[in-house]
């Protein structure tokens, strides 16, 4: 049974409570693992390491910050195999899936930001007539605090980390509970990358006792936040009256447009992708799929038989499709939504089964679901699943689709399918998202400010945004005769 420990100061020490907490692997029900269920008491701990490391770690040259951000990089590329299996091992994600994306982007989002703080620069203004010239200082704001959820362990937990300590500033970072082993193993990376004792510190446990005592600690004066909508109305609530800098970026309900005028077979192969990647458990999968009415029946035949086709497996499985999804009672919220569906009216077309993987009967397997639905207002069309389930609906004016976009509380992404430049521009300007994907699906630049509006977040990260969010902007003015 392997015992994660928490990363502070350099060292793996136990919780000081010496409370731990089951981890298992969703591939067969298997509890394989514990962790530190860290209280307050770790958090001061992790907290005095970070502020101990702050006014060193801040003047540390861009230079030599950047060569540790790219040796992280390097090392977590030589170490892909290893990490891929395990991250596959305790998220149930295809390992096909972690060996593609999410190792190589956690590399690629320590060497972005260690390319990035290189050209990061501020703005000054010349106060003409005035004598005077102001400049921006752009300075690290301290200790910062980044919480990340489950879906894309690694992958979203470095999307935070890389900026925050590029930047300047030293890290108290939690990663899910429910997948925390490549976060763990992070911090041995970091050691072997010569990260200085005390920038980042990994601390593992519940949302509700580690979380919530970062979010509470007076002195932790930033939140980078991703992952369910509820979660980050509560630590908004819990941040705003201490006055802390806060990223959320939250659910999403994301509707995926398909014109008559789109390149259908580039279309449909997508559609299969954006519905059901990672088990459909990533923000931005288009989970409400609006079809032309003019094409609606064609392409509802040739996705119900891509969609049959694919492979339900074991995450080591090079066949597999769709692997496990993370939990048990996530299963069980996905298989109720499938019924809360089919109460209001939907048509399941195929799917919306548990599954029995031979050899593995206790893992957390379901069916990729697809349901036909008629009113954009039921249950299932306005909340988050975050499963492989997707619901499909026909519209017949431009009009009409914009209106069952945007008919929704969340606001992330939103995918096109279209030839048409006016609609393209149009859709463009008037769907209510952060992101707009047009003919294409999670396709990402690094440099691209990323967030969600509406109920899908506050603020943006990506880039310099990213940078922005971690430094706090002092304007210095200067009067000269
Ligand atoms: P979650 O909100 O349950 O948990 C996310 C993280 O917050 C975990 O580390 C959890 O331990 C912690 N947490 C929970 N309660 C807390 C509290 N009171 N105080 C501080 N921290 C707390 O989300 P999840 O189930 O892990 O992830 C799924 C959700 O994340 C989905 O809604 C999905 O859409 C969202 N998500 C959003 C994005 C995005 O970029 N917008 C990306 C991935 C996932």
């Known amino acids: 049974m392997q015992k994660i420990k928490n990363y502070i100061n350099g060292e793996f020490v136990n919780p000081i409570n010496n409370n731990w907490l089951d981890n298992y692997n969703p591939s067969n029900g298997e509890i394989y693992g514990q962790i530190p ?25 861009l ?27 305790d998220n149930g994600k295809p390992i096909s899936l972690a060996t593609a994306i999410d190792i190589p982007r956690a590399a690629a989002n320590f060497q972005f930001f260690a390319n990035a703080i290189t050209q990061f620069a501020s703005e000054s203004h010349e106060s003409v007539g005035l004598d005077a010239v102001n400049f921006t200082l752009r300075q690290p704001i301290g200790v910062v605090g980044c ?27 939690k990663p899910s509970e429910v997948t925390p082993m490549t976060a763990y193993l992070l911090g041995e990376i970091c050691t072997e990358a010569g990260l200085p004792k005390g920038v980042l510190n990994i601390v593992h446990g519940l949302g509700t006792t580690t979380g919530q005592a970062i979010v509470e600690h007076p002195n932790i004066k930033a939140i980078s936040f991703t992952g369910g909508t509820q979660t980050g109305a509560h630590i908004a609530r819990v941040a705003a009256p201490m006055f802390k800098k806060l990223s959320l970026e939250l659910g999403g309900k994301n509707p995926n447009i398909i014109f008559a005028d789109c390149d259908y077979d580039k279309m449909l192969e997508t559609t299969v992708r954006s519905s059901f990647a990672n088990q459909g458990q990533i923000c931005l999968c288009g989970s409400r799929i609006f079809v032309e009415a003019s094409i609606y029946e064609k392409f509802k035949k040739d996705f119900v038989q891509k969609v049959k086709q694919l492979q339900v497996g074991h995450p080591s499985e090079k066949s597999t499709n769709i692997g496990a999804l993370v939990s048990r009672s996530h299963l069980e919220k996905v298989e109720s939504y499938v019924k809360i569906a089919e109460d209001e009216g939907g048509k399941v077309l195929c799917g919306g089964l548990e599954v029995t993987v031979p050899g593995y009967e206790n893992g957390y397997y379901f069916q990729p679901t697809i349901i036909e639905v008629q009113d954009n207002s039921c249950r299932i069309n306005q909340e988050e699943v975050f499963g492989p389930v997707v619901t499909m609906m026909s519209f017949k004016t431009d009009e009409e689709a914009l209106q069952l976009a945007n008919d929704v509380t969340y606001g992330l992404s939103a995918t096109l399918w279209t030839n048409n430049l006016n609609r393209t521009m149009q859709f463009s300007k008037q769907l209510q998202t952060g992101i707009v994907w047009v003919n294409t699906w999670m396709l990402r630049d690094l440099r691209t400010p990323f967030g969600g509006s509406k109920a899908s977040g506050v603020g943006r990260e990506g880039g310099f945004e990213a940078l922005r969010f971690f430094t706090e902007a002092k304007n210095i003015c200067i009067k000269y005769e």
């Open 37 to 61: 269920n860290s209280t307050v008491e770790d958090i001061d701990l992790a907290y005095n390491a970070a502020q101990s490391a702050f006014s060193q770690w801040s003047n540390t040259t």
């Open 147 to 173: 919480i990340s959820p489950w879906n894309l362990p690694l992958y979203l937990f470095t999307w935070k980390i890389a900026p925050a300590i590029a930047a300047g500033n030293c890290v108290i970072a």
């Open 63 to 89: 230079g030599t910050r950047s060569k540790i951000l790219s040796k992280i990089a390097e090392l977590i590329k030589e170490k892909l195999d290893f990490l891929a299996e395990a991250e596959s091992k």
